[in-house]
């Protein structure tokens, strides 16, 4: 299928769905008419076959308790071997209702109230939230920007493990908003310095299937990296909704190799969480592992192209907007500052340009004049975006 025959089928008007991204503009935004570039989840349907898959678990008509049949870890460690020779066994997985939901529990399961949790920002906001929320103290080291190729900052990292005795560590890999993909030797870098310290790490990978270049820049799971060396370290969270665009199916991993650290988990949930697990959620994700391949070569390709015609087209018209290297996930990150003043952000993209757009604040509190921009959309979305910024941008410049 070419890509113009896989927009037809797939690319779908998600206005008047209860749609978050598209139906609460009014309510986040103040406008309903804007084009909808925030939240990360895309205009796509679903690969047909998990839709087959839902509509003949549906026409059963029963929806009692039910339980995780072999076929699904099956499908889902077939899935993480093929594509990121990564071994999965059965005892170390538990089933979560969304990423960030783990991620709240996993604070609470391995820190105390008071006890120091690391994050590198800018990054997904709701990773301030679980360490706030749960009245952790949040330790932020800051990523290294040099003209939007983003790195860790070691030393830095490593002073402030040591001057709040840092206990947890939640890493976003791929790393969202920045689109990096963290090489084996960032990666071991990082997670050796966790081990040294006695920092236990959190590796949110829910953008793992996310590579725009993977044969420059494959993924790998920090319980693949340096031969599997940290994999006692090391708790992954990850899930098919983000890759497969399901995240209301709310079906997530929490993968626990080290027993002590599952019985430890295991005895926190006990506490706080009865839930059984989502069966449509799950008919989906076995689905989607099995035969949603294809689609997703697609969905990357398509999000490829959406990324080469932003960039070329602002390197061409508005060439002094930085926008971050993609290796990883499907948004893309632009510093508009050289044109924008940073307080005047939100008022030129929402009010001159038209977009609801997630604001470079809302990731870290120095990035103000940062946004980010969901390429996982109909072309003709990313087309319209580009051409309302150079346009306004072009008006700016002329009124100066
Ligand atoms: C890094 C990261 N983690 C988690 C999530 C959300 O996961 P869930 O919907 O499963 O809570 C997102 C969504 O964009 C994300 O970017």
């Not at 190729?149 to 976003?172: G, N, S």
Request: proline share 4%; net charge negative.
């Amino acid at each position: 299928m070419d890509q113009a025959t896989f927009i037809e089928k797939y690319a779908t008007n998600r206005q008047h769905t209860n749609s978050l991204k598209w139906d609460a503009l009014d309510e986040r935004y103040g406008n309903p008419d804007l084009i909808a570039m925030w939240v990360a989840d895309m205009e796509f349907k679903v690969p047909e076959a998990v839709t087959t898959a839902l509509t003949n678990r549906i026409a059963h008509g029963i929806y009692g308790y039910s339980y995780t049949p072999d076929s699904y870890y099956q499908a889902f460690f077939n899935w993480e071997q093929q594509r990121h020779q990564l071994h999965l066994e059965k005892d170390w997985i538990r089933f979560g209702t969304g990423v960030v939901n783990s991620l709240y529990a996993l604070v609470n399961t391995y820190t105390r109230p008071g006890d120091a949790v690391l994050i590198l920002t800018p990054v997904y906001y709701p990773f301030f939230d679980a360490v706030k929320d749960n009245h952790r103290q949040l330790v932020t080291s800051e990523l290294y920007n040099d003209q939007g190729h983003y790195t860790i900052d070691f030393d830095d990292v490593e002073r402030q493990i040591k001057a709040h005795e840092v206990r947890l560590f939640i890493q976003c890999s791929p790393h969202n908003p920045v689109g990096r993909i963290w090489t084996e030797a960032e990666e071991t870098r990082l997670l050796a310095l966790c081990e040294q310290y006695g920092v236990l790490v959190v590796s949110d990978e829910i953008h793992q299937d996310l590579e725009i270049d993977p044969q420059n820049h494959p993924f790998r799971s920090a319980l693949t990296v340096a031969d599997r060396r940290f994999e006692d370290n090391v708790i992954v969270v990850n899930a098919p909704s983000k890759t497969f665009n399901m995240a209301t199916l709310l079906n997530s991993h929490v993968i626990i190799p080290n027993s002590k650290l599952r019985q430890q988990y295991d005895a926190y949930m006990t506490r706080v969480n009865q839930t059984e697990t989502n069966v449509l959620g799950q008919t989906a994700g076995q689905a989607a592992y099995t035969d949603g391949a294809e689609w997703l070569d697609h969905i990357l390709a398509i999000v490829r192209s959406n990324y080469q015609y932003l960039k070329t087209t602002l390197a061409e018209k508005a060439p002094k907007i930085v926008v971050a290297e993609l290796q990883g996930t499907y948004l893309t990150w632009l510093d508009i500052r050289p044109y924008v003043k940073p307080e005047y952000t939100r008022e030129f993209i929402i009010d001159k340009c038209g977009l609801a757009v997630d604001f470079g604040e809302w990731f870290s509190a120095n990035d103000q004049g940062f946004v980010r921009l969901n390429l996982a959309t109909d072309p003709k979305y990313v087309h319209q975006a580009v051409a309302n910024i150079t346009t306004c941008l072009a008006q700016l410049t002329q009124n100066d």
